[in-house]
């Protein structure tokens, strides 16, 4: 009997007759047959055909291949054939890809998430040649944070199974930690943290200070963020040199220029928040430093707006400007006036974003500890002067089987992730004392999602209505409520964090590991990793080209929309192709409206949508959201003003617009936009949704 097969490299496994019928059904359910029977019958008569050929040696993966593809033919099923030898065309043309990229691809990833990996993840030598595959990558990770257990009294074993288990969420593609987790654990740099903020003081040593911690931080692939409010305006006067000062938008150039020459981690370019308090005099020059393409490339930049200056934008009154060396006024501002000039800026750009600062301070965990003044690059954590947290998104699109939710599946995932994220904070390698000790004090974690738009798709509900946003606020309450509880599971194990008692968590818990739980990063990298959707944004395209590698384009349609249109019978490879050249199904009559409406991409859906989408998930997250207000190439600076006032009026803590085509440099190209000079829409390799500019950090 049949029991081995050789695989292409060179491997010898235990033969899996269930297999070929899984490949008989594939090759029918691309031509739209759904006959079972029929696929037992030939799949058995396969097995049999096998096992009488190579009675007296082992076949390969091809020469299984090679049998079902003659066993379809010879059956009638020409066009289940054709498909199938289209399927090994395609499958044999991704390994060749994925050998030039010299990597051994052991799980079976997509050729840009191979491409992904190679680039920023996986272990070279001296002479940058790959030497880990993602599943040693994955193994790798799981042995470096599950050993922290050992710490709390567990044995070896104990220690052994908790790797399986961080092992199977990631080869499973159910949990993913922040990048530098990936890249660092297990190796001689070992900073695991994606985010910390830096405090700078007005005076010139606590500045350079703060461009040094920058710059260990960024070298072991952490990003940051700083408030620059404390820094005196331009032109005040410096009685200690009896010269005048600069201002905070000179010293950022000096945070920029430092990040031009500091690649995080060898892998990639830092990214820096830049904040800068409404009421600062220079507010007016922060609000257009970035008018022109190209400056402060390194930085991210927000206005951290107050409920006094939100108020006199209602009232159109004025407000005052505070020099923050000496607490004097220094002069009003119309507020709206202040406000129509961020929007027009944002609109032009992209730049600004805003920060509602009093609605960040009314949840800070540890009020009596400090005042919370900057986040991260990306605005989704919060953080105390020289604190860190690390991060890790959820794959909600696996968390569906069979049309519903898998509530026991998601909460299994989120009680294994809130450890892992936990075992972090000490396994972490941090880039300074006083950063260990302030993170070590908190605990924080920040644990999200992904594929939440993959999710919807699934359970048939259009991104944009009610159903939607009632969803989120359930699977968001749901995920906050048993990370919370996992939290104070291990508080009782292993301790609360040590400012617990000085908490808002005190007297709700009878204790807690972690002052804060949740966060929704924007995950870019490792959304192509686990091949779903970015964080919560909607699907950026259905269909479009991928710039792989090297000026290699492939063609990617998402994989439910791929399903579903092979089950309802109008897939083909043009239909796939027309998608691309639009990005959307929206306007492909051929296509039934309900699907049209279920498959809506970003640019398709309101702003309204989005804002109310980013405050239904804010309900239920401790520290903050990550998520970018697309908007059209025709959106108007009032739609924009819109989208402020609603974002702050439901509680989000800051908001980000991206327009498109408000820059010249983009990583995603509609090919319906005239001025792309794109025939399909087209896609950079590390882009999964979310902001269009170059400039956002992924």
């Given at each position: 009997?049949?029991?081995q097969?050789?695989?292409?490299?060179?491997?010898?496994?235990?033969?899996?007759?269930?297999?070929?019928?899984?490949?008989?059904?594939?090759?029918?359910?691309?031509?739209?047959?759904?006959?079972?029977?029929?696929?037992?019958?030939?799949?058995?008569?396969?097995?049999?055909?096998?096992?009488?050929?190579?009675?007296?040696?082992?076949?390969?993966?091809?020469?299984?291949?090679?049998?079902?593809?003659?066993?379809?033919?010879?059956?009638?099923?020409?066009?289940?054939?054709?498909?199938?030898?289209?399927?090994?065309?395609?499958?044999?043309?991704?390994?060749?890809?994925?050998?030039?990229?010299?990597?051994?691809?052991?799980?079976?990833?997509?050729?840009?998430?191979?491409?992904?990996?190679?680039?920023?993840?996986?272990?070279?030598?001296?002479?940058?040649?790959?030497?880990?595959?993602?599943?040693?990558?994955?193994?790798?990770?799981?042995?470096?944070?599950?050993?922290?257990?050992?710490?709390?009294?567990?044995?070896?074993?104990?220690?052994?199974?908790?790797?399986?288990?961080?092992?199977?969420?990631?080869?499973?593609?159910l949990?993913?930690?922040?990048?530098?987790?990936?890249?660092?654990a297990?190796?001689?740099?070992g900073?695991?943290?994606?985010?910390?903020?830096?405090?700078?003081?007005?005076?010139?040593?606590?500045?350079?200070?703060?461009?040094?911690?920058?710059?260990?931080i960024?070298?072991?692939?952490?990003?940051?963020?700083?408030?620059?409010?404390?820094?005196?305006?331009?032109?005040?006067?410096?009685?200690?040199?009896?010269?005048?000062?600069?201002?905070?938008?000179?010293?950022?150039?000096?945070?920029d220029?430092?990040?031009?020459?500091?690649?995080?981690?060898?892998?990639?370019?830092?990214?820096?928040?830049?904040?800068?308090?409404?009421?600062?005099?220079?507010?007016?020059?922060?609000?257009?430093?970035?008018?022109?393409?190209?400056?402060?490339?390194?930085?991210?930049?927000?206005?951290?707006?107050t409920?006094?200056?939100?108020?006199?934008?209602?009232?159109?009154?004025?407000?005052?400007?505070?020099?923050?060396?000496?607490?004097?006024?220094?002069?009003?501002?119309?507020?709206?006036?202040?406000f129509?000039?961020?929007?027009?800026?944002a609109?032009?750009?992209?730049?600004?974003?805003?920060?509602?600062?009093?609605?960040?301070?009314?949840?800070?965990?540890?009020?009596?500890?400090?005042?919370?003044?900057?986040?991260?690059?990306?605005?989704?954590?919060?953080?105390?002067?020289?604190?860190?947290?690390?991060?890790?998104?959820?794959?909600?699109?696996?968390?569906?089987?069979?049309?519903?939710?898998d509530?026991?599946?998601?909460?299994?995932?989120?009680?294994?992730?809130?450890?892992f994220?936990?075992?972090?904070?000490?396994?972490?390698?941090?880039?300074m004392?006083?950063?260990?000790?302030?993170?070590?004090?908190?605990?924080?974690?920040?644990l999200?999602?992904?594929g939440?738009?993959?999710?919807?798709?699934?359970?048939?509900?259009?991104?944009?209505?009610?159903?939607?946003?009632a969803?989120?606020?359930?699977?968001m309450?749901?995920?906050?409520?048993?990370?919370?509880?996992?939290?104070?599971?291990?508080?009782?194990?292993?301790?609360?964090?040590?400012?617990?008692?000085?908490?808002?968590?005190?007297?709700?818990?009878?204790?807690?590991?972690?002052?804060?739980?949740?966060?929704?990063?924007?995950?870019?990298?490792?959304?192509?990793?686990?091949?779903?959707?970015?964080?919560?944004?909607?699907?950026?395209?259905?269909?479009?080209?991928?710039?792989?590698?090297?000026?290699?384009?492939?063609?990617?349609?998402?994989?439910?929309?791929?399903?579903?249109?092979?089950?309802?019978?109008?897939?083909?490879?043009?239909?796939?192709?027309?998608?691309?050249?639009?990005?959307?199904a929206?306007?492909?009559?051929?296509?039934?409206?309900?699907?049209?409406?279920?498959?809506?991409?970003?640019?398709?859906?309101?702003?309204?949508?989005?804002?109310?989408?980013?405050?239904?998930?804010?309900?239920?997250?401790?520290?903050?959201?990550?998520?970018?207000?697309?908007?059209?190439?025709?959106?108007?600076?009032?739609?924009?003003?819109?989208?402020?006032?609603?974002?702050?009026?439901?509680?989000?803590?800051?908001?980000?617009?991206?327009?498109?085509?408000?820059?010249?440099?983009?990583?995603?190209?509609?090919?319906?936009?005239?001025?792309?000079?794109?025939?399909?829409?087209?896609?950079?390799?590390?882009?999964?949704?979310?902001?269009?500019?170059?400039?956002?950090?992924?």
């Amino acid at each position: 009997m049949l029991s081995q097969i050789r695989k292409r490299d060179g491997r010898i496994v235990a033969f899996d007759p269930p297999k070929i019928a899984e490949a008989v059904n594939k090759a029918f359910f691309a031509v739209g047959i759904e006959d079972r029977p029929l696929a037992q019958k030939l799949s058995s008569d396969i097995a049999d055909n096998l096992e009488t050929k190579f009675s007296r040696e082992i076949p390969s993966v091809e020469d299984v291949q090679d049998a079902v593809e003659k066993a379809l033919i010879k059956a009638g099923q020409s066009e289940a054939a054709k498909a199938y030898i289209l399927y090994r065309e395609r499958h044999t043309e991704i390994r060749e890809a994925k050998k030039v990229l010299g990597v051994t691809d052991d799980l079976k990833l997509s050729v840009n998430a191979v491409s992904v990996l190679e680039r920023r993840y996986l272990i070279k030598d001296s002479d940058l040649r790959v030497v880990e595959t993602p599943g040693q990558l994955f193994r790798r990770v799981a042995h470096a944070i599950a050993a922290a257990d050992a710490r709390y009294g567990k044995s070896a074993q104990e220690v052994c199974t908790l790797e399986d288990t961080f092992y199977s969420l990631f080869t499973e593609f159910l949990f993913l930690p922040n990048s530098p987790s990936l890249m660092n654990a297990g190796t001689s740099m070992g900073q695991l943290s994606a985010c910390f903020v830096v405090p700078i003081e007005d005076s010139m040593e606590s500045i350079f200070d703060a461009v040094k911690a920058m710059a260990l931080i960024h070298q072991s692939g952490g990003g940051t963020g700083f408030s620059f409010s404390k820094l005196r305006p331009a032109g005040d006067v410096v009685r200690s040199t009896g010269g005048v000062a600069s201002g905070p938008i000179s010293f950022m150039r000096v945070f920029d220029t430092a990040t031009d020459v500091i690649k995080q981690g060898g892998k990639r370019r830092g990214a820096n928040m830049g904040i800068l308090r409404v009421d600062h005099p220079d507010i007016l020059t922060f609000i257009r430093c970035k008018e022109k393409e190209g400056v402060f490339s390194n930085f991210n930049i927000s206005v951290a707006l107050t409920d006094s200056f939100m108020q006199a934008v209602k009232e159109n009154r004025t407000y005052a400007l505070i020099n923050p060396h000496n607490g004097q006024k220094t002069g009003e501002l119309s507020a709206k006036m202040v406000f129509d000039f961020i929007a027009g800026q944002a609109w032009k750009s992209g730049d600004p974003g805003l920060i509602f600062i009093d609605e960040i301070n009314r949840h800070n965990p540890t009020p009596t500890i400090g005042i919370i003044e900057s986040t991260n690059p990306c605005g989704e954590q919060p953080l105390l002067a020289y604190e860190s947290c690390n991060l890790g998104s959820v794959n909600l699109s696996r968390m569906v089987a069979g049309g519903v939710m898998d509530w026991d599946k998601l909460k299994d995932t989120v009680r294994k992730a809130v450890h892992f994220l936990d075992n972090v904070i000490d396994a972490n390698k941090y880039p300074m004392a006083l950063i260990e000790k302030n993170t070590r004090v908190n605990r924080k974690i920040g644990l999200g999602v992904m594929g939440y738009a993959e999710m919807l798709i699934q359970l048939g509900i259009p991104y944009d209505s009610d159903e939607a946003l009632a969803i989120a606020e359930k699977v968001m309450a749901f995920i906050d409520s048993e990370a919370k509880n996992r939290s104070e599971e291990l508080g009782l194990e292993r301790g609360s964090f040590p400012n617990f008692a000085q908490s808002i968590w005190k007297g709700k818990y009878k204790a807690m590991r972690n002052a804060t739980v949740t966060t929704l990063a924007p995950t870019g990298s490792i959304s192509i990793i686990a091949d779903c959707s970015s964080g919560i944004e909607p699907l950026f395209s259905v269909s479009f080209m991928r710039n792989v590698m090297g000026g290699v384009t492939l063609l990617e349609t998402n994989k439910f929309f791929e399903l579903i249109a092979r089950k309802e019978g109008f897939y083909s490879e043009e239909l796939m192709l027309e998608v691309a050249k639009i990005g959307s199904a929206g306007n492909i009559q051929s296509i039934p409206e309900r699907i049209r409406h279920l498959f809506s991409t970003a640019h398709e859906i309101s702003p309204e949508w989005h804002v109310r989408m980013q405050a239904a998930f804010q309900k239920h997250i401790d520290n903050a959201v990550s998520k970018t207000i697309n908007l059209p190439a025709n959106a108007t600076p009032k739609e924009i003003e819109d989208a402020y006032l609603l974002a702050y009026d439901l509680k989000c803590k800051g908001i980000t617009v991206y327009r498109y085509g408000s820059k010249g440099e983009q990583v995603l190209y509609l090919g319906t936009q005239k001025d792309s000079g794109k025939k399909y829409t087209t896609a950079e390799s590390e882009y999964s949704g979310g902001c269009e500019s170059g400039s956002c950090p992924l």
